[in-house]
């Protein structure tokens, strides 16, 4: 009898440690499918049991059936059939759209529409060209196999001369007696944009360095090079949300990290509205912003001590009812 008890207890151990397992991935998936609330969340709720999706609380996020990777569930407008639209995002990118479900609440139906296309490649490559004069090296791409080759051409004009002219911004009459050393990475190319970011370093006179940044965003659909203000909603909602702690400094340097923050913090939603407002206008303002493929970047000025400019991030999920564009 003594011998069964130690045997009886490690069963009962096996099995509630199964009954918790079994009750976690009940929990995680009535917690996707609650019928309960509002009808947008009844909405979410059945075309998240319909793709046979689970919900990941910590991160608000879905996945399962189709999808490997985190998506969001977005709900849109009521159509003409009374179906609640609900987009199917990927999560790291939630202004792009992957489906979309419409959903009869009264029948508890989902109709799944299409699937969009998401792995469409840019319909361009681009290559390296660098613009040297003097003790000046200004490395920046061109594009190369686009169909429209007049277009390629007219983007590619455009690209060299927001390239230097960027830099020359910095140094005005004695740019071309200045020391600069620039380089650039391609920081989002969709088929609807391409986003330029320049770094570098620069100095006149034999004086000390400067750190330079500045961008160049391009509508590859018009051509056209883009401001912040033709890409973002630029209004006071828009500085509250800059303002949360969602947005961050970018620099791996510690003490850096915490000056800009504080820097950022210290200027008023007013100033901030006033700088985003004349964002890559290349008047002299040098204030200039970029977007990944998952977050808004943008620049602030700041002094020598704290690295000549401060950079700051937001992720795009955040900001996502300001777009002006789509960046798919």
């Excluded at 759209?97 to 969009?116: N, T």
């Excluded at 600069?180 to 004086?207: C, F, M, T």
Aim: proline share 3%.
């Amino acid at each position: 009898m003594k011998r069964s008890i130690p045997i009886l207890f490690a069963v009962l151990i096996i099995l509630s440690g199964c009954f918790l397992q079994e009750k976690s991935n009940e929990e995680r998936t009535a917690s996707a499918v609650s019928m309960h609330g509002t009808n947008e969340k009844v909405a979410v709720a059945l075309v998240a049991k319909q793709l046979n999706l689970y919900y990941y609380k910590d991160t608000d996020t879905y996945r399962g059936g189709d999808y490997f990777f985190d998506v969001s569930l977005v709900t849109g407008e009521v159509n003409e059939n009374n179906e609640i639209e609900v987009k199917i995002c990927p999560a790291y990118h939630p202004i792009s759209v992957l489906s979309r479900c419409y959903v009869d609440i009264k029948k508890e139906a989902v109709r799944i529409g299409p699937k969009e296309a998401t792995t469409v490649k840019p319909g361009y490559e681009t290559v390296q060209t660098t613009y040297k004069k003097n003790k000046i090296v200004i490395n920046y791409p061109q594009l190369v196999y686009m169909t429209d080759r007049r277009q390629q051409e007219e983007i590619n004009a455009l690209i060299k001369k927001y390239a230097i002219e960027g830099a020359k911004i910095f140094y005005g009459d004695d740019f071309e007696k200045s020391v600069i050393q620039i380089d650039y990475r391609i920081i989002h190319n969709s088929p609807s944009l391409l986003s330029i970011e320049y770094k570098g370093v620069g100095s006149r006179d034999g004086a000390y360095p400067n750190n330079l940044l500045y961008t160049t965003n391009i509508d590859m659909k018009t051509g056209k090079v883009l401001k912040l203000t033709d890409m973002v909603r630029i209004d006071d909602a828009f500085i509250r949300v800059l303002k949360s702690n969602k947005t961050q400094p970018v620099t791996t340097d510690t003490e850096l990290t915490a000056a800009h923050r504080d820097l950022f913090q210290g200027v008023s939603n007013e100033q901030l509205k006033e700088y985003l407002l004349t964002t890559d206008s290349f008047d002299g303002s040098m204030v200039y912003s970029g977007l990944t493929h998952d977050t808004l970047r943008f620049t602030l000025p700041a002094i020598h001590a704290l690295g000549d400019y401060a950079q700051y991030t937001i992720p795009l999920k955040e900001i996502k009812d300001y777009f002006k564009i789509s960046l798919s």
